[in-house]
């Protein structure tokens, strides 16, 4: 069960997190990119980059419960992991989990913040002469790189909580 949740685990946040991070570097890009600023997006992509940080240490958490499962196989009681540490494992997945969706929620509606002031400054039906005022590509591609991560983070706690109650019996 412990090989099975580590492999669905770690195979689906990595998959879906490349995906996210790839996002979230274009938009990174495109963002420097730019000639003007957009006030409030520093901390938006601070806390998306965090969001993407807590998820590598996700990942490698789902891989070490692979590892772990490797182990309690082993014949040999003395070497197999404890109960104790296994639980504790998991939980701190949960809790690298909890932060970064956490932190993608923050980013996440930052940029919905960004996007709305932006977009509620246009006046209904006018013809839009300066584009600077609407919304970039790279500000709505950040709040796909956000989505995706809190998915991926998602992902990591449907694993880790399905783990804790199978072995927590």
């Known amino acids: 069960?412990?090989?099975?949740?580590?492999?669905?685990?770690?195979?689906?946040?990595?998959?879906?997190?490349?995906?996210?991070?790839?996002?979230?570097?274009?938009?990174?890009?495109g963002l420097v990119a730019q000639e003007t600023s957009t006030e409030g997006t520093s901390f938006s992509v601070f806390c998306s980059i965090a969001g993407v940080i807590a998820l590598v240490i996700s990942i490698l958490i789902c891989f070490r419960y692979k590892k772990i499962a490797q182990l309690m196989r082993n014949p040999e009681a003395k070497s197999r992991p404890?109960?104790?540490?296994?639980?504790?494992?998991?939980?701190?997945?949960?809790?690298?989990?909890?932060?970064?969706?956490?932190l993608s929620i923050i980013g996440a509606e930052g940029f919905v913040g960004i996007l709305w002031r932006k977009l509620s400054n246009i006046p209904q039906g006018a013809a839009v002469y300066d584009?600077?005022?609407?919304?970039?590509?790279?500000?709505?591609?950040?709040?796909?790189?956000?989505?995706?991560?809190?998915?991926?983070?998602?992902?990591?706690?449907?694993?880790?909580?399905?783990?804790?109650?199978?072995?927590?019996?």
Request: hydrophobic share 55%; with cysteine.
């Open 131 to 169: 584009t600077s005022k609407l919304p970039t590509p790279s500000e709505i591609l950040l709040l796909l790189a956000n989505t995706h991560t809190i998915l991926c983070h998602f992902a990591g706690i449907v694993v880790g909580l399905y783990l804790l109650d199978r072995l927590d019996r």
């Open 1 to 29: 069960m412990l090989q099975w949740s580590g492999n669905i685990g770690f195979w689906g946040q990595l998959v879906l997190g490349v995906l996210a991070a790839a996002l979230l570097f274009l938009a990174l890009a």
């Open 82 to 102: 404890k109960k104790s540490s296994t639980l504790q494992l998991i939980r701190v997945g949960l809790l690298s989990n909890l932060v970064g969706i956490f």
